[in-house]
């Protein structure tokens, strides 16, 4: 059983930048196995992939609508992932949430590969 905390989000203009933060608990996080990624839900919208980092190798996966203003990094030690989010536009406005799983390389797109999700955290962008 594993439980992800979020923590970061907030109100912010247009051309702003927030970083997020996921810090995974729990004893059964495999650091050879496990991804954490980030999706967002925008009200009235489908639950869409952001970003995805492989924890063992560090590999990244972005979103063609985040990609360049979105960086994923982790610190292994706490088990944390960190997005830094730069240059957000309204259309950033979502509740983002981490989740942690075992997907394939070709599945890290798919939340459907992830089974422990965090409380999300809201990000407004205003214009």
């Known amino acids: 059983q594993l439980r992800l905390v979020e923590s970061g989000g907030g109100l912010v203009q247009a051309g702003g930048s927030l970083r997020l933060s996921c810090e995974v608990f729990?004893?059964?996080?495999?650091?050879?196995?496990?991804?954490v990624a980030w999706f967002r839900q925008a009200p009235g919208k489908e639950r869409e992939f952001v970003a995805a980092?492989?924890?063992?190798?560090?590999?990244?996966q972005y979103a063609d609508t985040v990609k360049g203003r979105i960086t994923l990094s982790r610190d292994n030690a706490k088990l944390t992932t960190l997005m830094q989010m730069d240059s957000l536009r309204p259309e950033d406005t979502a509740i983002y949430y981490c989740a942690t799983g075992r997907p394939t390389t070709s599945t890290m797109i798919s939340a459907g590969e992830y089974d422990y999700w965090g409380q999300g955290t809201q990000v407004t962008v205003s214009s």
């Open positions: 980092i492989r924890w063992d190798s560090g590999t990244t």
């Open positions: 729990g004893r059964t996080f495999n650091r050879y196995r496990n991804a």
